[in-house]
DNA sequence: TATTAACTTTGATTCAGATCAATCAGAGCA
DNA sequence: TGCTCTGATTGATCTGAATCAAAGTTAATA
């Protein structure tokens, strides 16, 4: 009753990219833009790559604070991160503000404006992002062609729903603690994959912007960072997180009801 | 400042099916189990949706209280919703459990088994219900075949996630009773669509229910609809909803910093 | 039709997190 | 170097929703 939950079932977020792309050295019209980091062309071959390579040709930057798009703009195109941090925030007239993801290196973002074709929420950069740019449009059009990228495409967006799901759970039956538990697992785990370290990272995001993606208030998310010190289970200094003890941590988030 | 917000943007549920099928006539595999009530037809002409339907054939029913589906059962097929109403909910080892949506004629179930090929929720009919199942293969092969389909099909899982986004704003920043506003108002739009009364209607769903999906406990559900009715605004019996004055509901949902 | 079980409502009390407020730390800049 | 601005921490207080508890109501079943 009181162990631990796994680790898979548990985080906010699945990886777009588990199975990382295998393929040694791709020939594209877009040298600068390499498929390599992208989510997409997982068990691909060559010349399924080079296809997938014309389509996926116009690089894009976003300064610090910039828009990568604009809830209410025209969609066009999905957009693969290369590099740097963003966030998707939905935003109602009344003010009212939802950070709904923070979204790193091979995920892919604008799989919500598919259906009205009009961006429902702004993505903002973080840091400095580099994006490869997917017309819409051409990937459904290339998606005939190549079955299997067709296939992994229906994949990524079937991984957004369960993530949301994730989210709804937390935000639907987690108290304060267990919240910010997930949300370091999930980061942790996240960087892990990308080769940094799972126990030692620095945030991009404010208190504020971690409060609206867990629902709570910026001083409350500060008190739960400073309570998680003070048992030793993390370091906080500012930004620059530490794990200390990632068992302890994940018992916080497994569990309320347990006796800790 | 202070109007109150437009319908579309709001609500939690988009509707799978705004274009109903304007198809006339359709020859199936399974005469019973007409596509017109589906949300995938859209769009199609006569030769389509005959190949459509052939794959569509197998009509299931669930009795009241029934899984249509369980989590960690193996998936294989996507289910259209015919008639009746479904929950869907996700639950965790340490009893935690939240109800990720309400489900009801021509919404499509199964989408977020798509990533690992293992249901991640369970799908419980609130009432008895019938449902079409979609060997998702097969869906695939044939969006090969007919682009609009795959278009369509993109359309639908995009619109879940953008659902998704409303309830994680709702869960994130919304107090008890703009929630239960946000949901009878969903329900009362999703109903209309198809036919129903939008003032006038039956829950399927109970108390806990209704809390679980909105983040709450029963007892704050069922004090907001008293709260909702000494004001007027909605009459309550049990089960039975009748919404009295859909501007003012609308009023509560859309801002708390609203003088009311 | 009686009996039980499940669901709903309402009240009293408690508590987690919001709000209000003050201070502090770091970054950018004149 | 001091100044300003943004963001973080911490304390005090308040409040909305959870919890605990007791009826009351409806539906299910024998």
Redesign the interface.
Known sequence: ???P?PLE??LLH?SPQQNHLDVTHIKSSCATCSLRELCLPVGLNNQEIQILGDVVSHKRKVRRGGYLHQSGLKFQSLFAIRSGFLKTC?L???G???V?GFHMTGELLG??????EIH??DAIALEDSEVCEIPFTKL?EI??II?SL??HF?????????R??????L????KAEERLASFLLNLSRRFSMRGYSESDFNLRMTREEIG????LKLETVSRAFSKLQDENIITVDNKHIQINDINRLKMKM??S?CIT
Chains 1, 2 share one sequence.
């Open positions: 009753m009181c162990k939950l079932n548990n699945d939905v109602e007239e009344d009212r503000q939802q709904t799989l919500d404006a598919i259906s009205s429902t929420c459904e998606s005939i079955p067709m296939r229906h994949k990524i967006m079937s991984r957004e729903i369960v949301d799901h994730s989210v709804m759970l935000l639907g039956s987690m609206s993606y867990l629902g497994g569990n009801s």
